[in-house]
């Protein structure tokens, strides 16, 4: 049953809506179903401050707005920020790709409330390891593959403690 009280609150199986729309379907687990006959499926929120969006297309979109897409969850089951691609490098799909349109860097910062790290491709090219909270890099690699760590790079101090790789110096 549909019911609209007297604040216009719109009620669909529930006579008492507490929000604009209230869906109560009781003992289904599926609420609702929202449907398109082409190749996507949207829903759209929006506020005084902007538009976000959420899209199907045999995937799971993330929109700030209906054309820039900030996140998916693809057919394959890979998160993808940044990106819309998981291309395959050597023949390895990975399961978390991170990109950014910025020329300058991309990264992953893992924290706790006592700690955090980050994992970054800056503009060199160099693969960094950063200690956010002692605000340190500790390890990167180099686009020649070398692994280098050990020291405060980001800061005149570069006095490193071990390079692995070819022609490592």
Not at 131 to 155: I, K, P, Q, Y
């Amino acid at each position: 049953s549909t019911s609209i009280n007297t604040s216009g609150l719109v009620g669909i199986g529930e006579t008492s809506p507490t929000h604009h729309l209230h869906v109560n379907a009781g003992a289904t687990n599926v609420v609702a179903v929202f449907e398109s006959s082409d190749t996507e499926a949207t829903i759209r929120m929006k506020d005084n401050t902007g538009t976000a969006a959420i899209k199907c297309r045999n995937d799971f979109r993330f929109n700030k707005s209906e054309s820039t897409e900030l996140m998916r969850i693809n057919s394959s089951s890979h998160l993808l920020v940044g990106t819309t691609s998981d291309a395959a490098l050597d023949g390895v799909s990975p399961g978390i790709c991170v990109g950014s349109t910025s020329s300058t860097t991309s990264g992953i910062s893992f924290s706790n409330a006592n700690h955090e790290w980050l994992i970054y491709n800056a503009s060199d090219g160099k693969l960094r390891f950063y200690d956010s909270t002692n605000n340190t890099e500790f390890a990167f690699v180099d686009t020649s593959r070398r692994f280098t760590f050990g020291g405060n790079f980001a800061h005149s101090t570069y006095a490193h403690t071990a390079v692995f790789g070819a022609n490592s110096t």
